[in-house]
């Protein structure tokens, strides 16, 4: 993980929005509305981009006058109350790494979700596979390959992250465990060799819902995250 991708030297997540196979698919997320199986999501780097998503980051911090509840930043706003089970867990992850921020996990999420997919619309797999568990980055790497062989190419455009929800937090002997629930817009488009469109509408957005699991051992000097598992909402 030494050689992944850092945000801020706290955390780094682990994409993605659409594939190239059903394979694919089966492991990483559904598409509501059309659904295109030859898709993936490709942005710049999260530090090359600006846009809306940067206004979140200034806004209030996780810790509120009230100690009893936790307040993430985001149009949203998500407030968990420490007695939940998420909030107790969030709490027991700070109790074993003082660093943890929630607020900062949350908004690290998003430019994890950003820059993964980005890896994989490029077909990079070396820059994924520290940054993946082994049975997800296997999943990536088929769809790679696939997509390679077929000769396709995909273009994606977020149109926005509408919400990047934490769901689950957990901590494992040492090990935490944070879910977020990804809801994004995008326009998704698969191309062959020639240019003609085989797969999507450049006129069309797509909402997208991933739910995405992250592990870190709160004990190891690597501050950062992997991603160790992507689901579908039921």
């Known amino acids: 993980m030494g050689n992944g991708f850092q945000f801020i030297d706290i955390i ?4 993605v ?12 997320g559904r598409r509501m509305g059309h659904e295109q199986r030859d898709e993936a999501k490709k942005f710049p780097p999260p530090q090359d981009r600006g846009g809306a998503e940067d206004a979140s980051r200034s806004e209030s911090p996780a810790d ?12 949203n706003g998500q407030q968990v109350p420490k007695d939940t089970p998420l909030g107790a867990g969030l709490t027991q992850i700070k109790l074993a790494d003082a660093n943890f ?8 999420a998003k430019m994890a979700f950003e820059y993964i997919v980005m890896a994989f619309a490029e077909g990079d797999s070396q820059k994924l596979k520290p940054l993946l568990s082994k049975d997800v980055f296997d999943g990536f790497d088929a769809a790679i390959k696939s997509r390679a062989e077929q000769g396709h190419v995909l273009t994606t455009t977020l149109v926005r992250i509408k919400d990047a ?14 879910t977020v629930r990804y809801v994004t817009e995008q326009i998704n488009v698969t191309r062959d060799a020639d240019g003609k469109v085989v797969e999507g509408d450049p006129d ?7 739910i995405w699991t992250y592990e870190r051992n709160t004990r ?13 909402p039921e």
């Open 220 to 232: 190891a000097s690597d501050p950062n995250w992997t991603l160790v598992a992507t689901a579908t």
């Open 64 to 75: 509120t006058g009230d100690d009893n509840v936790i307040r993430l930043p985001g149009r």
């Open 165 to 178: 929800e934490l769901a689950e937090a957990s901590m494992n002997g040492r090990t935490a465990s944070i």
């Open 204 to 210: 069309r957005i797509t909402e997208a819902v991933d």
């Open 12 to 15: 780094f997540f682990a994409m």
């Open 17 to 28: 929005a659409v594939f190239v196979i059903l394979r694919l698919r089966s492991v990483l």
């Open 101 to 108: 921020d929630p607020a900062d996990f949350q908004e690290k």
